[in-house]
């Protein structure tokens, strides 16, 4: 333990000496789960990180390595990333949590943000966005346009998150078509365009007609738009290559606005650990365009529910709300916290299969 | 015209200089490829296969190549047995993940307890699962028949089911509030397999090194590596020989196994820590390339698990340093398998230049 304290520390010192060339400069740090042409989750990440370049020029530097796995590698990843002297890195998945926790114990001058996890320190700050929101209008969609009553969701992994957006979904196509069902594919993966095309292909053989995916690339809607009258959602981003149809709305995750904040509090000196969670109010989540192939009707009552969430009135989770197993989870209009929401771990009323355990 | 003639003997010369110039090849093709890309060649190459080996922070980094490099040779030393016999594992990754959590689940199973003797039995159920794990596809072999590069291989994805069950269900944290993945091992003071964490030294690089010697050893000195050479080169001398096919298929397939396991234990206690969805990152097949760079040679496999393990490394400060995309680096260890053999040909037949026209 002391040799490796000596080691650390010997780390320090080498960082601050080649640190005190770029003095003005401020080097901020980015690890991708994906590559950054992936058209969705990593893809919106780069978007932020190229915003902060544009927004600094010339007194803020980034770099990122993409495609990191979630595993021992994605720590040595990021200790790499300080010894090149960054001052705050963005380790962009929810993998990357333990790696991103060890390597700033050993370097507390450095900052820290780890995207969708829940292990915080002095120098480690945490920031999500409110997915779900965005899942409530795509229920609402798809409810209405499916025909065979089938949606089919691609899960990544059983995780709150991923849990959070299926009953979102689910909760608001069932409230506008009472006989739709869900048909819910874990692919174990958060990007793997085969995997995933072959998910999405299973599902549209089992009947699917609306498609959901929460996985980061744009192979489910290729596999959509091959099979012909299959709805889908562009998710992390826009997607819309696969507009009007069968992408006819979509999630858009906008980190620019918080990456360009953080890094100016770290320019600024006034960083602190923090734990960010924003939807739609903030404009953190945005919903896609959404497209003619959805009915007027239709499209007008997904913007008023946009409009409502947007001014705070409506929370996708408002009670009456019960749990699959017939237990009650939330009284009639009773909101649920986020605490709840964090540790999601059962499906809704309704729902059929199982999370895996 | 150049016609290829076949050796009686494989040549010697090559048989060492095919490695050395696959790699110069695999350079070579590699600087054009980052060349194409925009990328300064030589910047590239130095970055990737100097830099962490000499830069200002190799202090950091050859930990870094032990960490990285230990489980290649585990594995690969395992499997180059049964190559050389003509036994084909192709599943070590299966049979590293079964290990992990078979070691795994021991060390948990006594958290928090401290005691010397919880890592020792860690070690002996990963040993156990992989050899298990192993012991499908050999018997199966032995038994009906089957072809063990298929059940290996399929056996790999039943394992990755398996490790994401266990992620998520029986050995998942159980104070993660509904998060997948175990508890750290390495911050479990009696399970980890960290001796010294700065230093990259945990007891996997120990064994691997203790593999590459009792291999060495087998293999040159030992009858029963007599057996498993005669074994691959002619089977029919073989019997002649005394060896029983079927017990050696086994024995090389519990080989494999058994050390495909041991890697996959002490990377679960040490380097990743816990027992996560995507605990595996590929060891078992990057192995496969490692022991056939290695020429089977348990030397020459510590030397190609170095080179493989500088790739990655240094593959990583490339991809951060010089903005080099992911697949570059993934073409360049795919570009060194391929060279290796289509070089290796030289060994095995001569290159003859001959009058063109010569019917």
Sequence with gaps: MKFKKLLAGTGIALALATGAFAQDKTTVGFVYVGPVGDGGWTYEHDKGRQAVEAH????????????????????????????????????TSFGYMDATINVAERFPDVKFEHATGYKTADNVAIYNARF?????????????????????????????EVIQGINSAFIHAREVNPDVEFRVVWAYTWFDPAKEAEAATVLIEQGADVILQHTDSTAPQAAAQAAGNVVTFGQASDMSEFAPFPRVSSIIDDWAPYYIARTQAVIDGTWESTDTWDGIPEGMVSIGEITEAVPAEVKASAEAMIAAIRAGEYHPFTGPLTRQDGSVW??????ASDGDLLGMNFYVEGLTGDIPQ | M??????????????????LLAVVLTMVCGALVFAALGNDPFVTIRTIFWDPLFSEFSWYYRPQLLIKAAPLVLIAIGLSFGFRAGVWNIGAEGQYILGAICGAAVGLAFYPTESPFIFPLMVMAGALGGWAWAMIPGVLRVRFGTNEILVSLM???????????????ALRNPDASGFPGSRNLARYPSATSWINEGAGLHWGVVFALIA??????????????????????????????GVNPGLLVLICMGISG???????????????????????????????????????????????????ALTYIGGEIAQSNLRLPAAAIQVLQGMLLFFLLAVDVLTHYRIRLTARGVA
Excluded: C
Excluded at chain 1, 59 to 75: I, K, L, M, N, Q
Excluded at chain 1, 132 to 158: C, K, L
Excluded at chain 2, 3 to 15: G, V, Y
Excluded at chain 2, 155 to 169: D, F, K, P, T, W
């Design chain 1, 330 to 335: 939330l009284a009639d209009g009773e909101v």
């Design chain 2, 258 to 308: 058994t050390l495909a396991g041991l890697a996959g234990l002490f990377e679960v206690a040490g380097p990743s820590g816990l027992i996560s969805i995507d605990f595996n990152a590929g060891y078992g097949f990057t192995a496969i390339i490692v022991a056939f760079l290695g020429r089977l040679h348990p030397v020459g496999i510590l030397l190609a698990a170095g080179l493989m």
């Design chain 1, 132 to 160: 779900y929101e965005g899942r409530a209008i795509q229920g609402h969609i798809a409810g209405q346009m499916t025909e065979s009553n089938i949606v089919g969701y691609i899960g990544s992994y059983p995780i709150p």
């Design chain 1, 56 to 91: 600094f020029g010339d007194a803020v530097e980034t770099v990122f390595v993409e495609s990191v796995p979630e595993g021992p590698d994605a720590e040595r990843v990021i200790t790499q990333m300080v010894l090149q002297g960054a001052d705050l890195i963005f380790t």
């Design chain 2, 155 to 169: 056996l790999v994805y039943v394992a990755q089911n398996l490790l994401a069950s266990m992620a998520l269900g």
């Design chain 2, 212 to 241: 590459v010697i009792f291999a060495y050893i087998t293999l040159s000195r030992h009858i029963f590596g007599f057996h498993v050479r005669l074994s691959g080169q002619s089977p029919r001398a073989a019997r002649f020989a």
């Design chain 2, 2 to 19: 150049i016609r290829l003639e076949k050796r009686t003997a494989p040549s010697r010369f090559w048989t060492y200089a095919a490695p």
